[in-house]
């Protein structure tokens, strides 16, 4: 693959058409800067992200807003299947990024809840770097702790918004809030 392949998303996939669109019937907005969601539960998301020119700042590194939109839905899908698909709202994200990735790296991605209240919820979602010989997480580039308001009234036209999240999300387990 040639650096124009790499930096446009061209070449080999790395994960499965169903991945794919998995990831665009769930966010529209993760699909179109290339993030695949893989795990989709109320303990745990993770998902994968190929760093291209789309989600690059003009130093051809990950976008920190690119990091914060990725912790934003993945806490906002965990919340709102923790809270048993009732709304939910972002009300405070704040992140720390500890270094870069660039084009052409794979960037992997996990949402845990730290807290799983009546009112509140609070979501911890860690970034690393892929380790290209093992395929596992290589350095962590960010760490975002997402606070969000849950068990908001679902408006009567917006009562199928979660049927897709229904349709992915595994058999909810017993939801221990744990570190990551």
């Known amino acids: 693959m040639d650096d124009r392949q790499r930096s446009s998303g061209g070449g080999a996939p ?29 303990a745990q ?13 003009p130093f051809k590194v990950l976008h ?24 939910v709202a972002g009300v405070q994200l ?13 960037v992997l991605a996990r949402a845990a809840p730290v807290h799983l209240g009546r009112s509140t919820q609070v979501w911890e979602v ?17 760490e975002s702790r997402v606070t969000l308001l849950c068990n908001l009234p679902v408006p009567d036209n917006l009562k199928h918004a979660g049927d897709a999240l229904m ?3 595994a058999a909810k387990a017993t939801i221990t809030p744990s570190r990551l």
Not at 66 to 80: F, I, P, T, Y
């Open 64 to 87: 920190g807003g690119v990091s914060a939109l990725v912790a934003e839905a993945l806490a906002s899908m965990g919340a709102h299947m923790a809270s048993g698909f009732r709304r």
């Open 14 to 42: 790395s994960s499965s058409d169903g991945s794919k669109s998995k990831t665009a019937e769930l966010d529209p907005v993760l699909h179109s800067i290339g993030f695949e969601i893989e795990e989709v539960s109320p």
């Open 45 to 57: 998301l993770t998902g994968r992200l190929p760093v291209t020119d789309r989600c690059c700042q």
């Open 126 to 142: 860690k970034l690393w770097k892929q380790d290209p010989s093992t395929q596992g997480k290589g350095a962590q580039i960010s």
């Open 167 to 169: 349709k992915y999300a």
């Open 94 to 106: 704040s992140i720390n990024h500890f270094r870069s990735a660039a084009v052409g790296d794979v």
